[in-house]
């Protein structure tokens, strides 16, 4: 495994249920999340094993849980159900294709959250909203060449954060 230039962007992903992938570190680390109870989640990494008590990746996975009101809600859904919550209907009967404004939207929040962070503004272990929206932008650079339609929803997703942000600070150019 590669350390990705140039910065490390700690991301999230819901595996489903209780368990969440933590990866952009050294190593990726798999987080097991009790919603119910938090004290009594756990992550597989030498940090929580040996001092017992929360490490960065189960406070990335606090973070993504709360990050958004209904991140709780839409974690256990699929990307295709979670749009379909967040933006209610239009039926649509075709893949989502890349919209570009809704990626160039993600882009400029993933610049900002790479800007911020060169400027000392902030660390790789501020667990923010926007560094949600730039996990999900990274995401979805990652995946546009081989999976457009599954790309499209992480931009679709990370745009709608923005934009719900009514401030609109990450947007400046
Ligand atoms: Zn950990």
């Given at each position: 495994m590669t350390t990705r230039a140039p910065a490390a962007l700690l991301r999230v992903i819901s595996l489903g249920g209780a368990a969440y992938e933590v990866s952009g570190g050294e190593r990726v680390h798999r987080v097991t999340w009790i919603?119910?109870?938090?004290?009594r989640s756990s992550c597989d990494c030498a940090d929580f094993e040996y001092r017992g008590h929360q490490c960065k990746h189960l406070k990335a996975t606090a973070a993504f849980r709360a990050a958004d009101p209904q991140a709780a809600l839409l974690d256990p859904l699929s990307a295709d159900e979670t749009l379909k919550l967040i933006?209610?209907?239009?039926?649509?009967t075709t893949l989502r294709a890349i919209d570009p404004e809704e990626r160039a939207i993600a882009v400029r929040a993933l610049e900002g959250w790479r800007r911020e962070l060169a400027a000392g503004k902030?660390?790789?272990?501020?667990?923010?909203l926007l560094w949600r929206v730039a996990g999900e932008a990274q995401r979805g650079l990652e995946l546009e060449d081989l999976q457009p339609n599954a790309a499209a929803e992480r931009f679709a997703l990370a745009a709608h954060w923005c934009r719900q942000r009514a401030s609109g600070r990450w947007d400046a150019a």
């Open positions: 919603e119910d109870d938090p004290g933006n209610p209907p239009a039926p649509r902030r660390t790789i272990y501020d667990f923010d």
